[in-house]
Structure formats: C-alpha cells, structure tokens
C-alpha cells in the first residue's frame, strides 16, 4: 500500500534530520573540552501488520524508522598540554564533580559557591570531565569554577595541609594571601664523606714564652698543652731545671675546635717558679711571671660544612659543622651557631668512630644538637637530632651528597598548582609546599547511562548505577591526574563528516520515495477521469 511507503518514507526522513542534528552538535563540539561524542541509532518500528483470511496480497506491513542517542560517556578522550596551572585532566575512569552556583546574596551582584553538596542529590552535584578550571574572588578566597559556572567540588586541607578523604564535598578555595607560619629546625640530616687521610691534630702542642730571672737574664719557659679528650685540655708550664721548678699546678683549659678559650675567663695566668738555690742563691724568694696562655696555642685542622638552622622564632642562622681528625679513624664533630650564637653555649664536641672499611661505628644512634643564639636581648634556640648514619670516610675529598634539616621561615603564598594526586599545592616564599584543599573523583557502574545535561556535564541517574567517591589513588583501573592538561573532545572530524554524507544520502532517497509514491497517487487518483 502506498500509504506505507508514505509513513516509512516520512518517519525516515525524520530520523534522518535528527542523525544531522546530532553529527551537527559533534561537529560544533569538535574542540569542547571534555565532550563526549553522541551518537543516533536507529531501530525499525512495525505499526501495524493486517492480514486477509485467504491470500498474501491482502497483508499491510508498515515498518518506520525511530531514533535513540547514545552517549560514548566512558571513550577516553587525548590528554593535551596546557599552559595553565589550574587545568587539570582525568586519565582514566571517572568524573570530577562540580555543583551549580548557590544563590545570590543580596547587593552582591552574582551567585556564591553552594553551601553544600551531596552526591546523593542529583540536583546539587554534577560531573564532568572537563577540567579547564577558573578562579573568582568571594567570600571564601577565590574559588575554582569550570567554564559552564559550575563550582569545583572537593575536601579542604587543614592548617597542616592535611586531607581527610571521605569528609563532606565544598567548593573548594585558595586564599592569595595565605602566610605558612615558620617552623623551627628539630631534625636534620648529613650524606656526606670525611677524607680519610686529612691532617691529624696532635694530642699534645708546645709553645714558649721567654721571662726575666731574678738576675735579669731571659729565660725561656715551654708550655705544654695535652688533650684530655674534645675541648679539654690540660696546660703545663715548665722551666730548665737549673733555673728552678714551677710550682703552679697544671692549668685545665676549655677549647673549642675554632680555638675559642671558654675557660679560664681570664687566659692571662700566673706562674709560680721556686728558683735554684745553686743558681740565685737560698736567699731569692719564689716569684711569679705572667703569660697569656691564648697565644700560640693548638690549632687544628677541621673539614667543614654549613647548614641552615631555624630557631624557635624561625629566624634561619649559618650553622657549621666541623670535622677533627684526632686519631687514626676517630673524629671529633664540633657544630658552631654561627652569628649571634650566645656565648658559652658551644655543644660539646662529639667523638666520630669509623671501620677500617670507612664505615661510621659510633654514634650508632641520633644525636641531639642544642644552639642558642642572642640578638638585642633576645635569646632563642633550636634542639635537633642529627642523623651522621649516612657518613663515610674514605679517599683524599670532602664531598657531600645531602644536607638535610626541616626548619623554614615564615612564608606567604606564591603560587598553586594541581599536581597528579589531584591536590592544590600552594608553593610559598620560603620555599615549602602546603595541600590546600583535593579533587576527588567519582565513579560508576555505568557510566555511559548517565544523563547528558551538556556534552561534557552530566547528571547522575538510577541506571547509571552506584556511584563511588574517593581519591584518585584509590579508585579503580588506576586512574590519574594530569596537571596543566586537558582532555580533548572524543569527536573524530573525518568520521561525522563521513556519517553526514550517509544521512544527506538516505534523506534525499527517502525524499523520493515519498515523491515517487506521491506521483503514484496522483496517478491512481486520475484512472477515473
């Protein structure tokens, strides 16, 4: 019957302008970021199907055409550079969520981030793969929005730049004029390498002072200095025995490795020699002569290297440590604040041990460093263990792989930036890193079934399935963050192009079917004249 060929004809043709609609909005979303290709399918329809008690010829089949859209959701899209730091694209399974504006206040002139989000309210979070991320200046901070207005959903960091996975969904923010507070230095660390043949300090120095005896003549008086052990030090004067024997009892003397005399205050020291009788007579009395035990005494050799150190009001001090080499494999480490460091208040120097093999024995655990340092009155400090674990002594250099300490000064943010975990990483002035706040990513059982509010935002729905939420980590098939990029539109240009003719195609033949059995009506309408 003609009148089937009329309803399949039109009904194709119908079909046909909405497969053009839908390669028309592929076509136009080429270069949308994040756009997921639709696609038109077609199904026959049977409307009606009579047929005659006795022959063939009297059955009517209509078979038309209807459409379906299909979503390709979950097609990977190509993850492109881009030169903005608060882009962000997903590789890999899953959705970041966003959420409409909340709204406006009064005389504010625009809408605020929502006040809250549940993934459990289809109205209230959306998700998109479009990671193409804008900040605006509000109440919070400036808050991350996509192109479409919608709000960057996601957990905010704690002043310790900790996330809680799992928390409640905000929009997320940074504040420009965040500061990080200083910290001060409580642990530190050395990599490093002591030559193993460096200069030797000697265990005992000799120095000579030259004084008048009784009868006017100079005389020489030898001073001698042995190490106790680290900054001790024992002083013993001595004259020629013909001339007399020195009664004053050998002088302990307090030395750090930069030479510094702590104790005695007073270095100038009188000497007390009961002269010889032989030589001046019983009659001359015991006398004294004064010598400045600081002159000429011992100086060792010392490896050195520098290490920030931040004290208890973050102020960063050029802290030094020296290497002494007092015996074969023993070491002594002498730290010294640098500027400012508070007088009498040097740390004791700490014995080093090695292995025939350049292997540190001893100590074999931390070790506490204690520094103080004053400036205009005010004293400060900073207690850290130092880890040496890592220290060899081998070969003729000096050379060091690592010195590490976690002090830093107060800072005020530069700059943010996504890294791979999804995190806003604030990078600050004095150098550290803080997270402020995390883009977690949602998934599904089937994606491909949610409902496309745009080509790049959707909304969830019953037959999408249960919906997981959680770090990128941990979500499934491994998915990942890719900083400053972006995933492009999933629309091939040379496929639809392709589609296109095929539709243009089937319209125009359908066209003249329904032409040709216009034409064959009008002929059967003019058999009565």
């Known amino acids: 019957m003609l009148w089937g060929a009329f309803n399949n004809a039109s009904s194709a043709m119908m079909a046909m302008s909405w497969d053009m609609g839908s390669i028309s909005q592929n076509i136009a979303n080429v270069n949308t970021t994040g756009y997921k290709r639709k696609e038109t399918l077609f199904q026959t329809v049977m409307s009606e199907s009579h047929a005659a008690p006795s022959t063939h010829s009297g059955r009517l089949n209509i078979f038309g055409v209807q459409t379906a859209d299909r979503y390709h959701i979950s097609t990977q899209g190509v993850i492109t550079n881009s030169d903005f730091t608060n882009d962000l694209a997903l590789n890999g399974k899953g959705f970041m969520m966003v959420a409409p504006p909340g709204a406006a206040t009064g005389g504010a002139g625009g809408a605020q981030p929502p006040a809250a989000a549940s993934v459990d309210d289809p109205a209230s979070v959306l998700y998109t793969r479009?990671?193409?991320?804008?900040?605006?200046?509000?109440?919070?901070?400036?808050?991350?929005?996509?192109?479409?207005?919608?709000?960057?959903?996601?957990?905010?960091?704690?002043?310790?730049?900790?996330?809680?996975?799992?928390?409640?969904?905000?929009?997320?923010?940074?504040?420009?004029?965040?500061?990080?507070?200083?910290?001060?230095?409580?642990?530190?660390?050395?990599?490093?390498?002591?030559?193993?043949?460096?200069?030797?300090?000697?265990?005992?120095?000799?120095?000579?002072?030259?004084?008048?005896?009784?009868?006017?003549?100079?005389?020489?008086?030898?001073?001698?200095?042995?190490?106790?052990?680290?900054?001790?030090?024992?002083v013993t004067p001595s004259v020629d025995a013909a001339v007399g024997t020195v009664t004053t009892t050998p002088i302990t003397v307090t030395m750090d490795g930069w030479r510094t005399i702590t104790d005695p205050a007073v270095t100038t020291q009188a000497i007390d020699i009961d002269w010889d009788d032989g030589a001046y007579g019983a009659a001359t009395a015991s006398s004294s002569t004064n010598i400045d035990i600081s002159v000429d005494r011992p100086s060792p050799h010392l490896e050195k290297v520098f290490m920030s150190v931040f004290d208890d009001a973050f102020t960063e001090h050029s802290a030094t440590l020296a290497f002494e080499r007092y015996g074969s494999?023993?070491?002594?480490?002498?730290?010294?604040g640098g500027t400012n460091q508070t007088t009498g208040t040097m740390p004791d120097p700490v014995a080093l041990e090695f292995s025939s093999e350049g292997q540190l024995l001893t100590p074999a655990d931390l070790i506490q460093v204690g520094l103080s340092w004053t400036a205009s009155g005010v004293d400060n400090t900073a207690d850290f263990t130092l880890d040496l674990r890592n220290m060899t002594q081998f070969d003729n250099e000096l050379l060091w792989s690592s010195i590490d300490q976690d002090g830093y000064g107060e800072g005020t943010m530069l700059n943010a930036g996504f890294n791979e975990r999804g995190e806003m990483i604030g990078h600050f002035t004095n150098g550290e890193n803080r997270v402020l706040f995390q883009v977690p990513i949602a998934q599904f059982v089937s994606e491909n079934r949610l409902d496309p509010i745009t080509g790049n935002l959707f909304r969830r729905t019953r037959e999408a399935g249960d919906i997981r939420v959680g770090a990128v980590e941990t979500m499934v098939g491994q998915p990942r963050f890719v900083p400053s990029s972006l995933e492009t539109s999933t629309v091939d240009i040379e496929d639809e192009f392709t589609k296109m003719i095929v539709t243009q195609k089937a319209y125009s033949t359908n066209a003249t079917v329904f032409r040709t059995a216009d034409e064959m009506t009008v002929t059967a309408r003019d058999l009565k004249a």
């Not at 193409?132 to 960057?152: I, R």
């Not at 530190?188 to 000579?208: V, W």
Request: cysteine-free; proline content about 4%.
């Open 329 to 336: 494999n023993t070491w002594y480490l002498h730290v010294n």
């Open 130 to 234: 479009d990671g193409s991320f804008s900040y605006v200046s509000g109440a919070n901070g400036e808050s991350y929005f996509t192109l479409g207005g919608n709000y960057l959903l996601g957990w905010m960091a704690d002043e310790a730049g900790v996330v809680q996975p799992g928390g409640s969904l905000e929009a997320v923010y940074t504040l420009p004029t965040t500061t990080l507070e200083g910290k001060a230095t409580t642990e530190a660390s050395l990599a490093l390498n002591i030559p193993s043949q460096a200069e030797q300090t000697p265990t005992q120095h000799k120095t000579y002072f030259t004084y008048t005896d009784p009868l006017g003549a100079n005389q020489s008086m030898t001073v001698t200095w042995d190490r106790v052990d680290g900054n001790t030090w024992t």
